[in-house]
């Protein structure tokens, strides 16, 4: 069998959506466990779509998910050049399109946008409310199939704009095996004379898909369900161009589903959830999108989520690293039904993987986190106690500045309101009592703390628990935060003294 090589085949028109990050990740697993090539082509022709800065975002999203291509165009590699406006370029596509209109497959359609238009309006009907140009309108229209040899000849003498359409055959049943969906058939009838090659000269993508995996060896191509009704066309062009026995495998993903049908951006505006794999602001209206890498999660948690978005091994297994995904990774067992994008959801598998990291491992995005915040950390060794001590506490990356500022910085203001309703003369005087015996304590761990607290409480007949509000209040700032007394073992003798008598004087008596 022929070396595996799959392909990502993007179009640089905003920002990438978690469905595309999925299918780089499909992709990437199946080439990394068949020992294969993952190649990354940017699919550019239409130009009215393209979007400045939107390609190298791309890659940067690519890299953030450690989704990294052997070959595309910042990856060098055999069958460049990897963009297809480079490609149009260098003359690759309209050869092939030329080719099928000589064997008869494709045919020139010379009519203007007005033709097009009456043509709708004329055919319109109740039933059928968008007509199209096919094996039926095409007869009454201005192309090579309607137009004598001499009169074709004359229009392109005198350059006049013309389109290349594939010639749909009136009434052919063709059919593909799909790795997920199995065999899936057409009723060729149906399906509109698409163009192939425009007037600028740019292919479709319909052509220029079948030319590039075709001429980059892809043996297997997976894309999203939406293309699926284009796929008989694409089955004809390979079957035209003689390359049938070449053609790829190919596995149509199932949609991920928002709220309400298909997950669009406009879902993760109005629920408040990311859908793009990072920040992108369309540079045309300056709308910023949140991405998942901002919103705080870890790239692990976003593999993770994205892997199992329409995919299982069979057992109950949900956590899988990237590793384990490419030893247990199957195309066979992708479901056919759309898969639910479910934020709470997402964010477990955050908080999973968060308790999962080393402390070293989140060390970076902490310090960043609280850098953000203004905090800047220059103790490794405490920034590290302090990872170890709330790291289980956060869901996403930057619940660690609530859970964690405090041990770097003294908290500006004490939630005074939740201390007050129940403060008075014996808790403050276990307070006055308690720093004094801290003020003389030796070894100042955890345990040591925690029992003097609880012993001076029972001699001073206070419940701990009405004790511990307060203490944390005066550490801390508010109600949030790891258990006190890890909180003050940190914080070290000094600092936790300072902290009590500070608060003392604020809750006043
Ligand atoms: N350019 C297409 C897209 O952005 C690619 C589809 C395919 O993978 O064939 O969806």
Redesign the pocket.
């Known amino acids: 069998m022929s070396k595996v090589r799959v392909?990502?085949?993007?179009?640089p028109?905003g920002g990438l959506h978690l469905g595309?990050v999925r299918?780089v990740l499909y992709n990437y697993l199946f080439a990394k466990q068949n020992g294969g090539d993952f190649i990354v082509r940017i699919?550019d022709t239409d130009q009215t779509r393209f979007v400045d800065g939107a390609e190298q975002y791309i890659f940067n999203c690519l890299k953030w998910c450690g989704l990294e291509p052997h070959e595309s165009p910042f990856h060098k590699g055999p069958f460049g050049p990897y963009r297809q406006s480079e490609r149009k370029e260098k003359g690759i596509y309209s050869q092939y399109a030329e080719q099928l209109v000589k064997n008869g497959h494709a045919y020139y359609a010379f009519d203007s946008k007005e033709d097009l238009e009456k043509m709708r309006e004329d055919l319109k009907t109740a039933e059928n409310p968008s007509p199209q140009y096919d094996h039926i309108s095409r007869k009454k229209m201005k192309n090579s199939l309607t137009l004598t040899e001499g009169e074709v000849k004359d229009l392109l003498d005198k350059n006049t704009p013309y389109v290349i359409r594939i010639k749909m055959p009136e009434n052919e049943v063709i059919s593909f095996t799909d790795m997920i969906r199995g065999e899936i058939s057409f009723e060729t009838g149906l399906v509109d004379d698409k163009v192939l090659l425009k007037a600028d000269g740019m292919p479709t993508?319909h052509l220029a898909?079948v030319v590039d995996?075709y001429l980059m060896k892809i043996t297997h191509?997976?894309?999203?369900e939406?293309?699926l009704p284009s796929a008989p066309v694409h089955l004809l062009l390979w079957k035209y161009l003689g390359w049938q026995s070449d053609m790829p495998q190919w596995a149509h993903l199932p949609l991920i589903l928002g709220p309400n049908g298909k997950l669009s951006k406009r879902d993760g505006a109005k629920y408040g959830f990311p859908v793009f794999a990072m920040n992108w602001t369309d540079p045309k209206t300056n709308e910023l999108t949140e991405g998942f890498k901002e919103k705080g999660f870890l790239p692990e948690a976003f593999i993770n989520l994205l892997a199992v978005l329409g995919w299982n091994d069979g057992t109950e297994q949900e956590l899988y690293s990237m590793s384990e995904l490419i030893e247990k990774f199957s195309m066979d067992r992708v479901h056919v039904a759309g898969a639910k994008f479910d934020f709470e959801k997402a964010k477990w598998f955050n908080h999973e993987w968060i308790k999962r990291f080393e402390v070293s491992g989140l060390r970076f995005d902490v310090k960043n986190q609280l850098a953000q915040n203004n905090i800047i950390v220059s103790d490794d060794s405490l920034l590290d106690k302090v990872i170890e001590l709330v790291k289980d506490r956060c869901t996403l990356l930057p619940d660690f500045v609530q859970q964690s500022s405090f041990f770097f910085k003294a908290p500006e203001q004490l939630d005074v309101d939740a201390v007050k309703p129940k403060w008075n003369e014996e808790k403050k005087a276990f307070f006055i009592a308690y720093a004094e015996k801290l003020a003389a304590i030796g070894n100042w761990e955890l345990l040591s703390l925690e029992t003097a607290f609880k012993d001076l409480a029972t001699e001073k007949n206070i419940k701990p628990g009405e004790l511990q509000l307060p203490f944390r209040i005066m550490l801390v700032g508010g109600k949030f935060g790891p258990p006190v007394f890890g909180i003050a073992e940190i914080l070290g003798k000094e600092e936790t003294l300072e902290r009590i008598e500070k608060a003392l004087v604020i809750f006043g008596s």
Do not use: I, Q
């Not at 191509?221 to 999203?224: S, V």
């Open positions: 392909r990502f085949a993007p179009s028109t595309g299918t699919e993508y898909v995996d191509a997976f894309r999203g939406e293309w």
